[in-house]
């Protein structure tokens, strides 16, 4: 259906039904439910043979881009917590049916040394690492500074860019030249956000250090890109907010929407496929649905 836009809005449109689900939030419980299969997907063997870790695969992006490199003929292991291992076993099946390997890890990855344990065993298992996805992180709104505590500041910057830092430090012994890294950035790290502090300080963080990796891997020919999505239907905002305050999520995008994972993926597939995107390293590709300026 065309709407007055002119864009195609078969996709969930608000209002949404007021929910809240508790954190980390189950996509299994998200009404309605995330789309991340892309049937308009057209894989072509571009990941063939390669092997992938994406961190945060169980739900949401994650889950998407797990799927589609898996169509796209890539091995692929995911992260998640412990409480969100029902998703992680339903993203373990999808990659399965593709016939590709799958890996499914509980992992915190404040903690540098599981974060090293995690990557061996990827190793191990798929015979090798040739993309690194950091895509897991922590969001809590907070409307007053004063309520914006040392504890939540501590633990957003330690999942969100101590993380990222921790799997690539982590990874890099592991991969070889060819290799690509993938940040999940954001709109927040751009434009910031008022109720998002320590939030959209680490997206901005995260930004920083694709551009300065990049820089600093040039020379081992391993290139470094970031997407920064605008709002997307993934269980990360309904774990965050009051029931009330998600149903008119992203109604402010001029497609009038937020975006589903399945129009996220596509964009780490591009950065992951050396036939695509062999000369693009240190870039942030924002996709905000029709917003044309950031930061």
């Not at 149903?247 to 996220?264: D, L, N």
């Amino acid at each position: 259906m065309l709407t007055s836009r002119g864009m195609d809005q078969r996709k969930p449109t608000p209002p949404f039904p007021a929910q809240h689900l508790p954190k980390p939030g189950l996509e299994r419980d998200l009404d309605p439910a995330p789309r991340w299969e892309a049937p308009d997907y057209l894989p072509a063997g571009k990941l063939s043979k390669k092997r992938a870790l994406i961190t945060g695969g169980d739900s949401g992006i994650g889950r998407a881009v797990a799927y589609l490199f898996a169509r796209e003929g890539a091995d692929v292991a995911i992260t998640h917590l412990e409480p969100e291992s029902p998703d992680a076993e339903a993203v373990r099946q999808a990659i399965e049916e593709c016939g590709r390997r799958a890996l499914v890890l509980c992992l915190d990855q404040r903690d540098y040394q599981a974060c090293e344990r995690a990557v061996d065993e990827v190793v191990q298992e798929l015979g090798g690492l040739d993309i690194l996805v950091n895509n897991a992180a922590y969001q809590q709104h907070c409307d007053d500074i004063a309520d914006l505590s040392i504890e939540q500041w501590r633990r957003t910057f330690e999942t969100n860019i101590y993380g990222y830092f921790h799997l690539v430090k982590a990874a890099l012994p592991s991969l070889n030249e060819g290799a690509v890294i993938i940040n999940t950035g954001s709109i927040t790290g751009m434009e910031g956000s008022a109720e998002l502090l320590d939030y959209s300080a680490t997206k901005g963080a995260i930004h920083a250090f694709t551009k300065s990796l990049a820089q600093h891997l040039m020379d081992r020919n391993i290139r470094v890109n970031c997407v920064a999505p605008g709002p997307v239907w993934t269980p990360l905002n309904p774990a965050d907010r009051d029931a009330e305050d998600i149903v008119e999520f992203g109604k402010s995008v001029p497609m009038g929407r937020p975006a589903q994972p399945e129009e996220i993926a596509p964009a780490f597939v591009y950065f992951a496929s050396n036939g695509d995107s062999s000369y693009v390293t240190g870039e942030v590709l924002a996709l905000l649905g029709g917003k044309t300026t950031a930061g």
